[in-house]
């Protein structure tokens, strides 16, 4: 019997919990350095590229690593000489290029069974590709989706911390994230290090990363390869709903209470929030203007 194409630690999925995975994707032909290449250039002609050099740190705001670190090569220049290119590239949103769309349907048609049985919903799938210098880091932040991360050349330590701790992330930080997709309160310190779960990602290994989960990356010493495949959830659709009616009610004079304190302000809540958040919607849609959906079946580009 074939191995399946992504294994869990456990028999349990807890999508709001961070764990090791493995895989079997290191020799997959797309991920391949000649194959990515070619992906860079033509996603880079749609300015689908990232990148910043190997002097940002992880204290570096992510938003701004491009322009304060900058790295001056063409994503096929640097790709093609990553070894030497002292740089961090990332290709985004390769569901938008129809080869790699079939990678990231491969991927998450695979681990779907075992996500919907307790996380329903699946939508927004996107893809993501890292393809970094030695010694190159990704600096600390947070995103959106859940995450499968999965490593597929070299090694890199993988720092990643717990969603719910506003040890780490504050609640007035997840509030901005979701309403404004503002980075600018999620900061780096050093002590977080003591909290963090690393995993030591070597080809084959990866990690499963919920929504939200603060992460940053240090790359080892040698070239690497990483794909990311995400997607959004009902649960995660309701918690950015959440912060969002939460970051409302603040500019308003009020201090709501804090996503997940109760249950039942939180079920009454995503209930009007809903129901406001779908009326408007549809008005603006009559109105012939755009509204973002993401429980449409892909993230756009």
């Not at 129809?98 to 779907?112: G, I, K, Q, S």
């Not at 720092?159 to 980075?183: K, N």
């Not at 039942?264 to 009559?286: P, V």
Request: hydrophobic share 40%; charged share 25%; proline share 6%.
């Amino acid at each position: 019997m074939a191995r399946p194409l992504i294994s869990l630690e456990s028999d349990t999925f807890d999508p709001w919990k961070l764990q090791a995975v493995t895989h079997q994707l290191c020799a997959h032909p797309l991920l391949q350095i000649e194959s990515l290449v070619e992906l860079g250039r033509r996603l880079e002609a749609r300015k689908l590229v990232r990148t910043h050099s190997d002097t940002a740190t992880a204290g570096t705001a992510f938003g701004d690593a491009p322009a304060l670190h900058p790295n001056q090569r063409s994503a096929e220049e640097t790709l093609a000489g990553i070894a030497d290119a002292r740089a961090w590239m990332s290709l985004l949103n390769v569901q938008a290029d129809p080869l790699y769309r079939t990678l990231v349907d491969e991927v998450l048609d695979a681990v779907r069974p075992f996500v919907e049985r307790v996380d329903p919903g699946m939508s927004y799938r996107g893809g993501w590709i890292f393809v970094s210098s030695p010694g190159a880091v990704t600096p600390f932040h947070m995103d959106h989706e859940h995450n499968f991360i999965l490593q597929i050349r070299g090694s890199k330590k993988l720092y990643t911390w717990d969603p719910m701790d506003r040890g780490i992330i504050s609640e007035r930080a997840q509030e901005l994230f979701h309403d404004q997709h503002s980075r600018e309160e999620v900061r780096w310190d050093e002590s977080f290090r003591a909290k963090a779960r690393v995993f030591d990602l070597q080809p084959g290994m990866g990690g499963y990363m919920p929504s939200t989960a603060a992460h940053m990356v240090e790359n080892g010493n040698e070239p690497s390869i990483t794909v990311s495949f995400t997607y959004y959830t009902a649960a995660t659709r309701r918690r950015e709903l959440l912060y969002r009616g939460n970051a409302r009610m603040r500019r308003h004079g009020f201090d709501p209470s804090p996503v997940g304190a109760s249950p039942a302000r939180d079920n009454a809540k995503a209930a009007l929030l809903s129901a406001y958040t779908e009326g408007r919607a549809g008005i603006l849609r009559a109105l012939g203007r755009g509204v973002r959906d993401n429980k449409v079946a892909y993230a756009p580009a």
